[in-house]
């Protein structure tokens, strides 16, 4: 049975921060990619409504509005950049023809997701850093014998 040294476990464990940091830092730039891809369908082939704000939650914000063809629509994954809303407001929303679902305030773009995307980014950054840190002074005064 092979005994492992606290370089190895170093070593393993900068491995984990690194694929850690690196899914962090891929699921930042998904947040402004993905924004950028939804504006990018909308503004494609896009409608314009009215729509009242159902319900202000924690995760989404839903509002319901009526398409160009008079059918009501609440989409299920609520609104794009929905802050400073609140239920029973009345917006104007712009929505994808071919995907009602897709809807966004008007007047909001996908540039607001560069700050939390590049927040995350930083918070992620100085835990990484510290766990590295960490796991050198641990592993290190390890392989000292202290």
């Known amino acids: 049975m092979p005994r492992y040294t606290p370089a190895v476990y170093r070593r393993r464990l900068y491995q984990v921060i690194l694929a850690l940091y690196m899914a962090v830092l891929v699921g930042c730039a998904g947040?402004?990619?993905?924004?950028?891809?939804?504006?990018?369908?909308?503004?494609?082939?896009?409608g314009r409504a009215l729509a009242t704000v159902s319900d202000v939650g924690w995760l989404r914000t839903t509002a319901d509005f009526q398409d160009a063809d008079g059918i009501y629509h609440s989409p299920p994954t609520g609104l794009l950049y929905p802050t400073g809303l609140g239920e029973g407001q009345q917006?104007?929303?712009?929505?994808a023809f071919d995907n009602p679902d897709l809807v966004k305030v008007e007047g909001r773009e996908w540039t607001l997701s560069i700050i939390p995307a590049l927040s995350s980014a930083v918070v992620s950054t100085l835990i990484a850093a510290a766990l590295w840190w960490?796991?050198?002074?641990?592993?290190?005064?390890a392989e000292s014998g202290s």
């Open 134 to 141: 960490s796991v050198g002074a641990i592993t290190r005064r």
């Open 31 to 46: 947040m402004m990619i993905g924004s950028w891809l939804n504006d990018r369908a909308i503004e494609s082939n896009m």
């Open 91 to 95: 917006v104007w929303v712009n929505y």
